[in-house]
């Protein structure tokens, strides 16, 4: 660790304890809008270009669930988590080549949005002996720039994905356009929830419609409003970020 972070790491920590316990009153005000608990809604921070030694504090706090976007900076920070009472998962874009470099180290990958991608997390975990639950991602807004099966194309892609072996289908993923109203972005936010429910009214084998994975710092609370049961926080909890 080097000296600059030493000598941070106090004040850094006392931030990231006032955002985390100040997320959950948000989370719990937000779910009871929407008929539910706190507890029936995951809390899943982005750790992108976070140190593990904040990140260890937040899980030290009662953070159940991390995200890493990166398969590189994952793999550079895993074995500095403490992961004893806490998930790692991949929230971000995954490229084929590099799905073997995580299978048996991730809980989760939240961003599966093609066969080949899913063949591939197949393959790998059976090489490994493990079975790996995925969601699905959504290009909800159907832009160019962004991973995502479109919506039009979902239902063909689960049920080529629940065909494979060693790969588990929990929900679906989604990030929407950036909005300048926040009932914009509530718009694609019910979309969602709308195809979660349809699927989730479908008998499908291999899979369970568990997760509804949108929102992030700036419309988490309307995600969950909306119908969201994971919310994935980075800068709201650890501050503003430099991204590499």
């Known amino acids: 660790m080097t000296e600059k972070l030493l000598t941070?790491?106090?004040?850094k920590f006392d931030s990231v304890k006032a955002n985390f316990f100040e997320i959950q009153e948000n989370i719990a005000r937000a779910a009871e809008?929407?008929?539910?608990?706190?507890?029936?809604?995951l809390f899943l921070a982005a750790t992108k270009t976070v140190e593990p030694e904040v990140i260890n504090y937040a899980i030290s706090l009662g953070l159940k669930y991390i995200g890493e976007n990166k398969v590189q900076e994952l793999l550079s920070k895993y074995d500095d988590y403490h992961l004893d009472h806490c998930q790692l998962q991949l929230i971000g874009h995954l490229q084929t080549n590099k799905v073997r470099q995580i299978i048996g180290k991730v809980s989760m990958i939240q961003s599966v949005d093609s066969l080949k991608l899913a063949n591939e997390i197949s393959k790998q975990s059976k090489k490994n002996d493990v079975s790996t639950d995925i969601l699905i991602e959504v290009n909800i807004g159907r832009e160019e720039n962004k991973s995502g099966v479109l919506t039009e194309n979902l239902d063909?892609?689960?049920?080529?994905?629940s065909k494979l072996d060693n790969v588990h289908i929990k929900g679906l993923m989604a990030i929407p356009p950036i909005c300048d109203k926040k009932t914009d972005v509530c718009k694609f936010f019910d979309k969602m929830y709308k195809l979660f429910i349809d699927i989730s009214d479908k008998t499908l084998d291999n899979v369970c419609m568990d997760y509804l994975s949108m929102g992030m710092s700036d419309d988490y609370e309307e995600a969950i409003i909306s119908g969201a049961n994971m919310v994935r926080i980075g800068s709201s909890l650890f501050g503003a970020r430099i991204y590499r």
């Open 8 to 11: 941070e790491l106090p004040e």
């Open 156 to 161: 063909e892609l689960i049920e080529n994905i």
């Open 33 to 41: 809008k929407s008929g539910r608990s706190f507890d029936d809604i």
